[in-house]
């Protein structure tokens, strides 16, 4: 590869995990703006919180880190639900076996996101005709797909 490209896409790659960044950082501060002020009748605003209170929102950042996840954990989650599924997917049908699992995919541009790691992880996944599939393990048939 071209040094300029790898150059590049190493810098894109670097933008994208500090945009990511900036957007929880946005997120989570627009949360805990509306739960900790309250209006004290003279115009001003003071936060009001409780141990509780930042206790119960701490753990629910972790819940969220925890849900979000990292590229690998979706590349196993994938995993799974081809082998679960027993048949090449599109990008679009993972991320909705992604999300109806329960897991949030950090991107605007889901079936995108899903891509480049399928992509990034070329020794485990390859694009056959129905979507995507495990690298080195036969592709079923559409006769092995039924019942």
Sequence with gaps: MDSALANALKRKEELERELERVNQFIQLYGEFSKESKADDGVGMRQTHTSNANLHGRAETL???????????????????????????????????????????????????????????????????DGGYWLKGVPVPKSADLIG
């Design 62 to 128: 972790r819940h969220k880190m925890k849900v979000r996840g990292r590229p690998d954990d979706f590349a196993d989650i994938m995993e799974a639900i081809l082998r679960e599924r027993k048949r090449p997917m599109p990008r679009g049908i993972l991320v909705s076996e992604i999300e109806r699992r329960g897991h949030v995919i950090p991107s605007r541009d889901k079936a995108r996101y899903l891509g480049t790691i399928l992509w990034r992880q070329s020794d485990r996944f390859e694009s056959v």
